[in-house]
């Protein structure tokens, strides 16, 4: 089981291409994020794209995963590619951003300059809690922050071995759902797809590898994960708290039923 991490070490193994295993999470609920914090997870990603978190929300249960006992760091998907989002969501003490919608390589050098404080990048500097953990000093906040980027669009596909290139980008991330779509697929999950999808993701991949930087993607469960790290994906999140609430739910609902 991992111990926990600094954010300074969380980042590092992250840009270590070390193989990393996160939470997704779409609920705001703080209590939920310290039970999940103790379980072992390297890191709980907190979805502010698609999720259902405001910025008090966010900065709720990025304290909560800092739990005694903890063994996971905390690091937020943005709502979009945007300097105030990325602020807001490193601010508030996230180690990482994931940056959605990222199409080229220009997309990409965007991110990493609102991640980062001038002369380097854009971002404001502010007495917010990260400064507890992450900083003061601007170099120090560099060095435990990372970015990486989403790819999940045609685009994004297209230009990924640009995007993947661009200084001080810290890794990419694929969304599976809206790159098979992007793909041609009739549904998120479209099977008749998988040969197509499957080559992409290699390409995602070896982009990410010949660039030296972090490769992970998405996952339904444990199993997929375990599948994509083997692949050489070097970290993987396994999805999502309201997915598994309504499994495990209507599991049990089902067996006091006396249902197969």
């Not at 405001?54 to 979009?80: C, F, P």
């Not at 940056?99 to 380097?120: G, I, K, Q, T």
């Amino acid at each position: 089981m991992p111990t926990g991490r600094t954010p300074a070490e969380f980042t590092a193994a992250l840009r270590g291409r070390e193989s990393l295993l996160g939470y997704w999470s779409l609920l705001d609920s703080p209590i939920a994020a310290e039970r999940l914090a103790l379980l072992g997870y390297d890191y709980l990603a907190f979805d502010a794209q698609h999720g259902l978190f405001g910025y008090q929300g966010m900065l709720h249960n990025l304290l909560a995963t800092d739990v005694k006992g903890s063994t996971a760091t905390g690091i937020v998907r943005v709502e979009a590619n945007d300097p105030v989002y990325i602020g807001q969501a490193l601010d508030a003490g996230a180690a990482a951003v994931i940056v959605p919608l990222v199409d080229s390589a220009a997309d990409a050098a965007e991110a990493v300059a609102a991640a980062r404080y001038a002369p380097h990048g854009k971002r404001s500097y502010g007495a917010m809690r990260a400064q507890l953990r992450i900083g003061p000093d601007p170099a120090e906040a560099h060095d435990a922050t990372a970015v990486i980027a989403m790819i999940e669009t045609a685009d994004g596909l297209a230009n990924v071995e640009e995007i993947c290139a661009t200084p001080g980008l810290d890794g990419i991330y694929v969304g599976p759902s809206d790159l098979r779509l992007a793909l041609g697929g009739a549904t998120s999950t479209d099977p008749s797809l998988k040969e197509e999808f499957e080559a992409a993701l290699e390409r995602i991949r070896k982009a990410a590898e010949a660039a030296g930087i972090a490769a992970g993607i998405h996952n339904p469960d444990g199993a997929s994960a375990a599948r994509r790290l083997a692949q050489g994906f070097t970290f993987a999140s396994i999805a999502s708290d309201v997915i598994h609430l309504q499994q495990a739910a209507a599991g049990h609902l089902a067996a006091a039923r006396g249902e197969a």
